[in-house]
């Protein structure tokens, strides 16, 4: 995800932190609006990073 070139003043420190998270713990981070917050647990919504699988896959 790194890799991909957010903008800084955009999603990129989001994507950083979520991705340091992710690596750190071996948990999955999510990136969402907390207005969305049910589907994010749900996992309907919201950006998940996760060290589980190798590369980019999009549900």
Aim: aromatic share 6%.
């Amino acid at each position: 995800m790194e890799k991909l070139g957010f903008a800084a003043g955009s999603m990129g420190p989001k994507v950083q932190a979520a991705c340091e998270f992710a690596r750190q713990t071996g948990k999955t981070a999510v990136i969402g609006s907390l207005s969305d917050i049910e589907a994010i647990v749900q996992g309907s919504a919201g950006t998940r990073i996760s060290t589980a699988k190798p590369g980019i896959t999009y549900l």
